[in-house]
Structures are given as structure tokens and as C-alpha cells.
């Protein structure tokens, strides 16, 4: 999920040169939240039909499946709601 850096308060960074972002910061769901700074070329919209997981590690996929109903859930709610719950700078 796009999300505001605790850090600096912003959820796009653009490079002096560029006029569109070129890096979001990006909450992970999952147990144990995590986020980082992500490159433009590896995001994607949210779509609730991918939750096909390409691993055959048990421990991977039991996180996959954490992680997606939370991204589930947070994609049903409102967005205040969805910022309040679970963003890191909230």
C-alpha cells in the first residue's frame, strides 16, 4: 500500500531531473508490517483476483496468505480508515 514516510512525510520521491516519481514508499502487509522506498517499474494496482503465490515454501505462503487478506480488508474499508489502521505515519 502507498504510504506516507514517517520519516519525511511524503509518499512519492522525484529525482531533480524527473517530473513524475520515480520511487513510493510502500507498506508491506503481512505479520509483521514492513516498508520501504519501491522503484515505479515494480509496482502494481491492487487486484484481489492475484493470490496465486509462486512458492512452494509453507512459511512463505502462510505470509502470502496473511498479507493478503489484510490488503484485502484494507482495500474494503474507507480510506481515513484504511490510513488510521495502517499507515506508518498515522
Wanted: hydrophobic share 35%.
Amino acid at each position: 500500500m502507498v504510504d506516507d514516510c514517517p520519516d519525511n512525510h511524503v509518499y512519492y520521491w522525484l529525482e531533480k531531473s524527473d517530473e513524475k516519481p520515480t520511487q513510493y514508499h510502500v507498506t508491506f502487509f503481512g505479520s509483521e508490517a514492513t516498508r520501504a522506498w519501491v522503484d515505479v517499474k515494480f509496482l502494481r494496482h491492487f487486484d484481489e483476483r492475484r493470490r496465486k503465490t509462486i512458492t512452494n515454501d509453507q512459511k512463505l505462503r502462510k505470509e502470502h496468505a496473511i498479507a493478503m487478506d489484510q490488503a484485502l480488508q484494507a482495500n474494503s474499508v474507507d480510506i481515513s480508515i484504511r490510513r488510521k489502521k495502517y499507515c506508518f505515519a498515522s
